[in-house]
Structure formats: structure tokens, C-alpha cells
């Protein structure tokens, strides 16, 4: 009889390269040490039931903020104290030897990160003080482009950019990053950007919650040559729970949905809400609607699949978006699911071997080729 999948998935070092619990935290004066659920995809007793030995908990705004360096410290401060009232639970990590120390005491391994570079303010320091309160990846850009970096959107949507790609400074950025031992996160970034990042990066570089262009042509997926240019720098691709990266038919649906409540959808916006919040209180006023928008879980594997057959075993990770995203795959709707990947991993005809480098241990090797 077979290892069962329950054994490999408790033997695997189970990392989720993406979630952004600290901001909802924030905007809705909330602690992950709390009991969320209804609330949230996450939270610290969900984790350990799901078999999650690290999370890389990131610090997000949009563009909106007037003040994006001054809200990323309040989500600093804020994991800061709930792993001070954690210390049995969850550790603050900033290297992989830390994070498997860490998790072999049975306790929940921690890494911050940065999701959009319009957080540094266009100033190193601002970036190194990200580094020393324990930042080990900063996502170039969210939705919004930066004055040195353009992003995805931007890139597919806006035919007026000013700048496409790195600008000089955005140069220096990715330079600095590598000297600190700062991974470079791709995802939401423009294919411009995307390249110019090749050409200055002398370390791998990796994209923390992105999928497959090919089975879902949206503009944050990665086309296969992004795709095979991330593992030729010996980089990995963590794919996204989010049903409208992993699914073709969903923006359709969503937008039918949407036009099902467009009196309900006005009024959010007259109100001053901005487009994708007003969706997303929407989305969380029909459950029952909206869990029928949900992708099938078997396009997660497949995403994973494709990746595997196009570049290997090695450059695949789990990246779920969680507290970010508005519909999750079928089964998969919170952090205690994480199991049902590894069953499937299984049931696939992966190796338990393969399963456990998906898992976790690619991104370990990743983390351990930026350090200094």
C-alpha cells in the first residue's frame, strides 16, 4: 500500500509564497490570532489545521494611499505584535535556515514581503528598511505602475504609458535588492518590466502568485517564454488560487453577475468605493452566487501540470493569493485545503518526491540562492 497523502503532505515543508491577511487585518481591525472564520481565507489556528509550516505574509496598498510607506509600516508593526503574543505558535524568519529551525520546533515559519514598489517612494532607504524589519521579496509593481517600473495593467491597458520597462532607477532597485539578498517578484509586472528584470538580475528571480497564460490568457499570467526565461535563472512560478487566473470562462460569468446586481454595484461606486472593492463587498453579499463563479479545482492542477511539462519539477510552487482574491477554486476555500493539493499532487501520478519540492522545498532553494 501507498504513502498516503496525509503522511507527505505532514512530511512536506508546506510554504504559501502569497496571502494578504495583514492588510485585510488593517482595513478591517482584524488579528489573525483571532478566530476568522467568515471573515477571512486565513488565520493562525486555520494554518496549523491546513499543515502550513510558512507563510509569506505580504504588505500591500493600492494606489490610492496618499501615504504608502507610512501604511506599509502600520502592517509591519501590526504582524510584529501578534507574533509577540505568538511565541509559541509563530516565529518571524528572514533566512532558510531560520525557517527550518523554526519549523522543526513545530511552530509556524514567517516572512514578510512587499507587494508594490510604489511603497519604497522611490528611495533605497525606504527599501532597506523594508529589508531590516525582514521583507524578503518585494513585488515590483501591483496594478499600478511606479515611476521606474511598469506593470501588466498598465502595459495591456494603457496605450499613453509614459515608460515601459525598468527606468535607470529601477535598475538600481533590482541591483539593490540582489545585494541585500531581496528576491525579485514578477508577478504583476509588464512583460517590458519583465524582461529588463532578466537583463539585470544576477540572481533567481521568481514570481510569488502568477499562472499559465496559455490555459488562461488574462494579462497577469505569464506567457511560456516568461515562463521557461524564470526557470532558466533557476527561478520558481507559484500559482494563484484565483478563479479568474486560473479560469478563461470566469471574467465572463463575474461580468454577468455584476450586470445581475447593477443597481446594488452603481450605488457602492456613487458611495466613492473604487471598482474592485465594490466587487468584492458585492461578491460577499451573495455567497451562494458566488461560489457557483468559482473555477473547478482541477484547473489549479492543470496550471501546475503545464508548468511541470514545460520547464520541470523544479520550478513550481504554491503562491494562493489568499485574503487577496475574491473567489477561490472549488474546495479550496480557505487555508485548511491545503491538503486536497497535495491529494491531488498524488493522484496525479506525482512523486512524493515531486509533491514535496511543489510544496515547499522549490522555494526554499530559491530563498537560499538570494541570501547573502
Same mark, same amino acid.
Given at each position: 500500500?501507498?504513502?498516503?497523502?496525509?503522511?507527505?503532505?505532514?512530511?512536506?515543508? $508546506?510554504?504559501?509564497?502569497?496571502?494578504?491577511?495583514?492588510?485585510?487585518?488593517?482595513?478591517?481591525?482584524?488579528?489573525?490570532?483571532?478566530?476568522?472564520?467568515?471573515?477571512? %481565507?486565513?488565520?493562525?489556528?486555520?494554518?496549523?489545521?491546513?499543515?502550513?509550516?510558512?507563510?509569506?505574509?505580504?504588505?500591500?496598498?493600492?494606489?490610492?494611499?496618499?501615504?504608502?510607506?507610512?501604511?506599509?509600516?502600520?502592517?509591519?508593526?501590526?504582524?510584529?505584535?501578534?507574533?509577540?503574543?505568538?511565541?509559541?505558535?509563530?516565529?518571524?524568519?528572514?533566512?532558510?535556515?531560520?525557517?527550518?529551525?523554526?519549523?522543526?520546533?513545530?511552530?509556524?515559519?514567517?516572512?514578510?514581503? $512587499?507587494?508594490?514598489?510604489?511603497?519604497?517612494?522611490?528611495?533605497?532607504?525606504?527599501?532597506?528598511?523594508? @529589508?531590516?524589519?525582514?521583507?524578503?521579496?518585494?513585488?515590483?509593481?501591483?496594478?499600478?505602475?511606479?515611476?521606474?517600473?511598469?506593470?501588466?495593467?498598465?502595459?495591456?491597458?494603457?496605450?499613453?504609458?509614459?515608460?515601459?520597462?525598468?527606468?535607470?532607477?529601477?535598475?538600481?532597485?533590482?541591483?539593490?535588492?540582489?545585494?541585500?539578498?531581496?528576491?525579485?517578484? $514578477?508577478? %504583476?509586472?509588464?512583460?517590458?518590466?519583465?524582461?529588463?528584470?532578466?537583463?539585470?538580475?544576477?540572481?533567481?528571480?521568481?514570481?510569488?502568485?502568477?499562472?499559465?497564460?496559455?490555459?488562461?490568457?488574462?494579462?497577469?499570467?505569464?506567457?511560456?517564454?516568461?515562463?521557461?526565461?524564470?526557470?532558466?535563472?533557476?527561478?520558481?512560478?507559484?500559482?494563484?488560487?484565483?478563479?479568474?487566473?486560473?479560469?478563461?470562462?470566469?471574467?465572463?460569468?463575474?461580468?454577468?453577475?455584476?450586470?445581475?446586481?447593477?443597481?446594488?454595484?452603481?450605488?457602492?461606486?456613487?458611495?466613492?468605493?473604487?471598482? @474592485?472593492?465594490?466587487?468584492?463587498?458585492?461578491?460577499?453579499?451573495?455567497?451562494?452566487?458566488?461560489?457557483?463563479?468559482?473555477?473547478?479545482?482541477?484547473?489549479?492542477?492543470? %496550471?501546475?501540470?503545464?508548468?511541470?511539462?514545460?520547464?520541470?519539477?523544479?520550478?513550481?510552487?504554491?503562491?494562493?493569493?489568499?485574503?487577496?482574491?475574491?473567489?477561490?477554486?472549488?474546495?479550496?476555500?480557505? $487555508?485548511?485545503?491545503?491538503?486536497?493539493?497535495?491529494?491531488?499532487?498524488?493522484?496525479?501520478?506525482?512523486?512524493?518526491?515531486?509533491?514535496?519540492?511543489?510544496?515547499?522545498?522549490?522555494?526554499?532553494?530559491?530563498?537560499?540562492?538570494?541570501?547573502?
Amino acid at each position: 500500500m501507498g504513502v498516503s497523502y496525509r503522511s507527505i503532505h505532514q512530511k512536506a515543508i $508546506v510554504i504559501d509564497t502569497h496571502n494578504d491577511i495583514l492588510s485585510l487585518c488593517l482595513e478591517k481591525k482584524l488579528y489573525f490570532d483571532s478566530d476568522l472564520k467568515g471573515k477571512s %481565507h486565513s488565520d493562525l489556528g486555520r494554518w496549523r489545521e491546513g499543515g502550513l509550516n510558512a507563510q509569506l505574509f505580504v504588505v500591500w496598498c493600492d494606489e490610492i494611499n496618499k501615504s504608502p510607506f507610512e501604511y506599509a509600516v502600520k502592517q509591519f508593526d501590526l504582524f510584529d505584535l501578534i507574533a509577540y503574543r505568538n511565541p509559541d505558535k509563530l516565529s518571524k524568519v528572514a533566512d532558510s535556515k531560520s525557517l527550518l529551525k523554526v519549523v522543526n520546533e513545530g511552530k509556524i515559519a514567517a516572512i514578510l514581503a $512587499v507587494e508594490g514598489g510604489h511603497m519604497i517612494e522611490n528611495d533605497l532607504e525606504k527599501l532597506n528598511y523594508f @529589508y531590516n524589519r525582514g521583507a524578503r521579496y518585494m513585488t515590483l509593481t501591483w496594478n499600478n505602475s511606479t515611476d521606474w517600473a511598469s506593470s501588466s495593467f498598465d502595459e495591456s491597458s494603457n496605450p499613453d504609458l509614459h515608460q515601459k520597462g525598468l527606468s535607470e532607477f529601477g535598475r538600481q532597485v533590482i541591483k539593490r535588492m540582489n545585494q541585500l539578498g531581496m528576491m525579485v517578484d $514578477v508577478s %504583476h509586472a509588464g512583460e517590458q518590466t519583465f524582461w529588463d528584470v532578466i537583463d539585470t538580475s544576477t540572481k533567481p528571480i521568481f514570481a510569488s502568485h502568477s499562472n499559465v497564460f496559455s490555459i488562461c490568457p488574462v494579462h497577469r499570467n505569464l506567457k511560456d517564454e516568461q515562463i521557461k526565461a524564470i526557470a532558466g535563472q533557476g527561478g520558481i512560478i507559484s500559482v494563484n488560487f484565483y478563479s479568474a487566473f486560473l479560469d478563461k470562462t470566469f471574467m465572463k460569468k463575474k461580468d454577468e453577475f455584476i450586470a445581475d446586481h447593477k443597481a446594488e454595484f452603481e450605488e457602492l461606486l456613487k458611495k466613492g468605493m473604487i471598482d @474592485y472593492m465594490a466587487e468584492d463587498l458585492l461578491f460577499s453579499y451573495y455567497p451562494t452566487e458566488t461560489e457557483k463563479l468559482s473555477a473547478p479545482f482541477s484547473l489549479l492542477l492543470e %496550471h501546475i501540470e503545464y508548468l511541470v511539462n514545460l520547464v520541470g519539477i523544479d520550478h513550481v510552487g504554491i503562491g494562493s493569493d489568499f485574503d487577496g482574491i475574491n473567489s477561490a477554486p472549488a474546495e479550496l476555500y480557505d $487555508v485548511t485545503a491545503y491538503p486536497l493539493i497535495t491529494k491531488a499532487l498524488i493522484e496525479k501520478g506525482f512523486s512524493e518526491k515531486d509533491a514535496i519540492k511543489i510544496l515547499g522545498s522549490n522555494f526554499l532553494r530559491v530563498l537560499r540562492a538570494n541570501e547573502n
